[in-house]
Nanobody
Framework: QVQLVESGGGLVQAGGSLTLSCAAS????????MGWYRQAPGKQRELVAT???????NYADSVKGRFTISRDNAKNTVWLQMNSLKPEDTAVYYC????????????WGQGTQVTVSS
């Protein structure tokens, strides 16, 4: 089992910045990719960014050039640096960890609220 604990959410004005962090514990060697998803009220959860253990990244088009995902494998921690925030970035952000073995369900954090005021 893997446990994910997120931190760093909050309220920020449009154009501002926030950094989210997610620390994994437990059987972390079973994890390949880690990433961030978000869910706004009334909308489906969507991918924001992912990073593999080898450092390959993937971003949603809506955040490219504004958000940066990074990872420290030794610390089992992933960060999401969010710059030039927009009101439409307001959502609950969830940390995700995908196991190497596809048949095992992904792990999810409890979520952290990000609110961007206009």
């Amino acid at each position: 089992q893997v446990q994910l604990v997120e931190s760093g959410g909050g309220l920020v004005q449009a154009g501002g910045s926030l950094t989210l962090s997610c620390a994994a514990s437990g059987t972390t060697s079973s994890i390949n990719a880690m990433g961030w998803y978000r869910q706004a009220p009334g909308k489906q959860r969507e991918l924001v960014a992912t990073i593999t253990r080898g450092g390959r990244t993937n971003y949603a088009d809506s955040v490219k050039g504004r958000f940066t995902i990074s990872r420290d494998n030794a610390k089992n921690t992933v960060w999401l640096q969010m710059n030039s925030l927009k009101p439409e970035d307001t959502a609950v952000y969830y940390c995700n960890a995908a196991p190497w073995i596809a048949r095992i369900d992904d792990y999810w954090g409890q979520g952290t609220q990000v609110t961007v005021s206009s």
